[in-house]
């Protein structure tokens, strides 16, 4: 054979065999084909994003969000189909998109559970299914994807464990399954995948203890375990990956003492999250090594002792320390304090709820300019507030209450004009509320209760267009009310002017107050006739107010709840007020630690054992309701039983926001208490004032043997109107705004046989009562909302009461 035979004979082969394979190219992508418009089947499609995948466009390399692969023509190596507002499930056929190396699916309303199939995905590098709504467990067969770089499946609703053989994804650098409701614990066989950089698991419902086996991973930048109900210790080598730039396990039931070298090798460390834990032990001084650090979150914790001077020269963004038992007694104590003046990027320094005590150190004043939020609130801190804090002039948030601070409140505070919140309440601050305090014109939140001040309240406060409540009480204010305040446009949360010695006749403008929740004038030396605009429509009103109705002695009540309906709401960070929680009454004498407890005192601290003792074991013979306010006369202590880790979150931030949610009906909170019983377990109390009179519920539903009278529809009215009144206030009102707040209770109100006159009322007022019974965290649309319950609950009763006014 010639070589020009040779030749021809090659090219003929070759030629062949290239029409041989294309064919079969053309049949896998005619494959690829049918899987994508099967996948289109399943999906939902408001926007006609996919409306190129169709059979009359044969090429699938042009659909849109379609790439092929350069090495193998026709073949889909790339999906992606993020936030193109798709719903639907995602079919099996996905699997059969074989040469796929990036599917991405996030951000779209996808759900149903994720296909199996996808352990076909052989090639896969990239998966992200992020943000959507997938249910079911992570399919084992993922970890057959043995390519995967990166691994999404956070923000969605995945049960089950977290499986252990993504261990075997040895490629894996980013896993991020935040999120979701898993449970189990943390396989240690993550511990394998050395080359991973992000581990984000945060916000599931994982128990048991970290994996040592994750201090293996030399490569970890990111770690984020947190807000889970993860125990034992923190594993200490994992403070030695000086690879780390982010450190979250906050909101876990961690224990146990931080290393002593913690933060020596932790050079490139951004963000620290430890808070709501249950750490111990001193803050050790080698954290000061972790220079780079930005968030410091140390909060909620049981960490002790002094703060050491290293940790002042460390300049992050943030200090939050607060909800500890960290002391200072002196100015080396506080060294830190001082030595934080000299960071130029501080924005924020939390330390309430500590021990520290001794003088306030001037130094306060000389904070770098872009501080925003300063609070050293309920401490025992003495001395005086320094002039110059007027120099911080980006500070948005400055709260001092409870503490021992005297003098008076300096004027250059007025220069603060970005301030939100500023709360020096609970001290002995006299002298004159300064008239320049008008400048404050942003603020949303002021109270200067409890106090020493004296002299007249500043016309000029009328000038503060933003404050939705305003707490002078408890001081020793003369003069008359300025009706400036009355003025107020935003003012609908509180007034209260309660025990000062404020004179002459309440200015008839008080009417302008037409959407205030609780005004308080009561205990001052006012004379005159209370005005007659105040009428029915002001029924919210409290203190010397007359409120009409058999209810006007019995307006506080306890919101017992059904532990059935409220159960399961995981996103409900708050203390669970109505599932179930048991009453305690204490007498002052029953509190063997003096004062601790006494109503004088905002936020006392009290521990499980003196409430155990003052509570005699928390005997079933102190189990009391509620009912009338008493001043002074005893406190009653609600104590939770929790299983729901979801509900356990954060209870003392959260006890915080309560503390400041005031309305007629709801009783005030004096403290909260978290801890652990004698047993080890999880101890959370409320501490608020006594109600005699029993609770609400025991005159809804009177025990066999108790002469309560029975309550006539009137007086179930007044008590369905207080109790929408309260929730709407809690829904729509309270700053902050608890809007999550289950909305329940009406339930207990059914209209009952014995008043039964006009029918047609009665069904209307049971069509209302039902829109109670709703325990969702958002009102199901077609029910009403709490504010169009309460309104027509007012109507309704004005409807009925009206014949006998
Ligand atoms: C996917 O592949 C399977 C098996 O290879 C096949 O039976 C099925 O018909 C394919 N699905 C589609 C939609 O092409
Ligand atoms: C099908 O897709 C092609 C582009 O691939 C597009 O031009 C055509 O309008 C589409 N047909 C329909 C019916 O949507
Ligand atoms: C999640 O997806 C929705 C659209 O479904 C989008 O509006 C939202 O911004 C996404 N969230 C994140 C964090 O990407
Ligand atoms: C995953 O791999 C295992 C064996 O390694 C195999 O038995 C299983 O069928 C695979 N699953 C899928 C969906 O490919
Ligand atoms: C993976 O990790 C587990 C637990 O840490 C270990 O028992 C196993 O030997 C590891 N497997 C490989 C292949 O390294
Ligand atoms: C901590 O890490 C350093 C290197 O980064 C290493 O030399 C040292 O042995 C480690 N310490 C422990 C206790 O493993
Ligand atoms: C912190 O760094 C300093 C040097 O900057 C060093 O002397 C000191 O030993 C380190 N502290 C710890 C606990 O590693
Ligand atoms: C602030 O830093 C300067 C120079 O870096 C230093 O001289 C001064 O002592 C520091 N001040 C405080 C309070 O640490
Ligand atoms: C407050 O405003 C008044 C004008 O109402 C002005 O004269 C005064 O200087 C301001 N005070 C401060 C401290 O800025
Ligand atoms: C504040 O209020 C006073 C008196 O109510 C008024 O004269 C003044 O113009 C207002 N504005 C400022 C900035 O003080
Ligand atoms: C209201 O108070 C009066 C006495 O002040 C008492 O007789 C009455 O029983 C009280 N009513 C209720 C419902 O508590
Ligand atoms: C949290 O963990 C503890 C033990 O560590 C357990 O007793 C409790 O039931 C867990 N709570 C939830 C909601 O998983």
């Given at each position: 054979m010639s070589t020009l035979h040779v030749l021809v004979l090659v090219l003929l082969l070759h030629s062949m065999c290239s029409h041989a394979s294309s064919s079969l190219e053309q049949q896998v992508a005619d494959g690829d084909r049918r899987a994508l418009l099967a996948i289109k089947l399943e999906l939902s499609d408001p926007m006609g994003w996919l409306s190129s995948w169709n059979r009359t466009s044969s090429d699938v390399c042009q659909w849109a969000g379609v790439t092929c692969s350069r090495q193998h023509p026709g073949r889909v190596a790339s999906l992606d189909l993020s936030s193109r507002q798709l719903s639907g499930i995602v079919s099996p056929a996905i699997g059969n998109l074989t040469f796929l190396r990036k599917l991405n699916l996030e951000s779209n309303m996808l759900a149903g559970e994720v296909p199996l199939t996808v352990g076909r995905l052989r090639r896969l590098r990239f998966l992200s299914l992020f943000n959507n709504s997938f249910r079911g467990?992570?399919?084992?067969?993922?970890?057959?994807?043995?390519?995967?770089?990166r691994l999404s499946l956070g923000v969605n609703q995945m049960e089950g464990e977290i499986p252990a053989g993504l261990g075997l994804l040895s490629q894996l650098h980013i896993l991020y399954i935040h999120y979701n409701n898993l449970v189990g614990s943390i396989p240690p066989?993550?511990?394998?995948?050395?080359?991973?950089e992000t581990l984000d698991v945060l916000e599931n419902r994982l128990v048991g203890s970290i994996p040592a086996s994750l201090s293996h991973l030399d490569h970890l930048r990111s770690f984020e375990v947190g807000r889970n109900n993860l125990s034992g210790t923190i594993p200490p080598l994992l403070f030695n990956k000086s690879s780390l730039q982010y450190f979250g396990v906050a909101s876990n039931k961690l224990h146990g003492s931080l290393p002593a070298d913690a933060g020596a090798n932790l050079p490139t460390l951004r963000k620290f999250f430890l808070g709501n834990n249950r750490l111990s032990g001193t803050i050790p001084s080698s954290l000061g090594n972790a220079t780079m650090v930005q968030v410091l979150g140390l909060a909620q914790n049981r960490f002790q002792g002094r703060v050491a001077p290293e940790i002042g020269k460390l300049c992050p963004f943030e200090v939050q320390m607060g909800v500890n038992q960290l002391q200072a007694e002196d100015e080396q104590g506080w060294e830190f304090f001082t030595l934080f003046t000299n960071c130029t990027r501080l924005q924020l320094i939390d330390l309430p709820l500590n021990r520290l005590g001794g003088v306030l150190p001037t130094?306060?004043?000389?904070?770098?300019?872009?501080?925003?939020w300063l609070s050293i609130a309920a401490n025992g801190i003495s001395g005086v507030v320094p002039s110059g804090l007027g120099n911080l002039v980006n500070l948005s948030n400055l709260d001092m209450t409870e503490n021992n601070l005297h003098g008076v409140i300096p004027e250059d505070i007025a220069k603060l004009t970005s301030l939100q919140v500023l709360l020096v309440g609970d001290n002995q601050l006299s002298g004159n509320i300064p008239s320049?305090?008008?400048?404050?014109?942003?603020?949303?939140m002021f109270s200067l209760s409890n106090n020493r001040l004296d002299g007249p309240i500043p016309r000029s406060l009328g000038n503060l267009t933003n404050l939705p409540n305003l707490d002078l009480s408890s001081n020793l204010l003369t003069g008359f009310i300025p009706t400036e305040i009355f003025g107020l446009?935003?003012?609908?949360d509180y007034l209260l002017l309660s025990d000062n010695y404020l004179s002459g006749a309440i200015p008839p403008q008080v009417g302008s107050l037409k959407h205030i929740q609780t005004l308080n004038l009561s205990k001052n030396n006012f004379s005159g006739e209370i005005p007659t605009i105040i009428d029915l429509s002001f029924n919210n009103l409290d203190g010397e107010v007359p409120s009409y109705g058999v209810f006007a002695n019995m307006t506080g009540f306890s919101m017992v709840g059904n532990d059935g309906l409220c159960g399961g709401i995981r996103e409900l960070e708050l203390p669970p007020w109505l599932c179930f929680p048991l009453l305690w009454k204490i007498t002052p004498e029953k509190m063997k630690t003096d004062n601790r407890i006494g109503l004088t005192d905002k936020y006392p601290r009290v521990s499980y054992l003196e409430l155990f003792e003052a509570t005699d074991g928390f005997t079933p013979a102190n189990l009391v309701g509620a009912g009338k306010y008493v001043r002074n006369a005893a406190v009653a202590v609600k104590v939770f039983t929790l299983q729901q880790s979801g509900s356990s979150k954060s209870f003392l931030a959260e006890c915080g926001a309560l503390r400041r949610v005031?309305?007629?009906n709801l009783i005030n909170i004096i403290t909260c208490c978290s801890s652990v019983d004698t047993r080890g377990n999880d101890f959370q109390a409320l501490v608020f004032e006594f109600m005699p009179n029993y609770s609400l519920d025991r005159w809804l539903h009177p025990r066999t043997d108790e002469q309560l009278h029975k309550l006539n529809l009137i007086q179930l009215l007044n008590i369905a109107v207080d109790v929408a009144d309260a929730i709407d206030y809690l829904h729509n009102n309270s700053r902050p705004s608890l809007t999550e707040i289950v909305d329940t209770v009406l339930l207990e109100v059914q209209p009952c046989e014995n008043a039964a006159k006009d029918d047609k009322i009665l069904a209307c007022l049971a069509s209302v009562v039902r829109v109670g019974i709703s325990c969702s965290k958002q009102i199901p649309s077609e029910r009403m909302s709490m504010k169009d319950a309460a309104i027509e609950l007012h109507r309704i009763r004005y409807v009925v009461m009206e014949p006998s006014i």
């Open positions: 467990e992570i399919p084992r067969e993922i970890c057959n994807c043995s390519n995967l770089v066989s993550l511990g394998n995948l050395t080359l991973l130094s306060i004043a000389n904070f770098s300019t872009q501080i925003q320049s305090f008008g400048n404050l014109t942003q603020l949303q446009p935003l003012l609908t005031k309305h007629r």
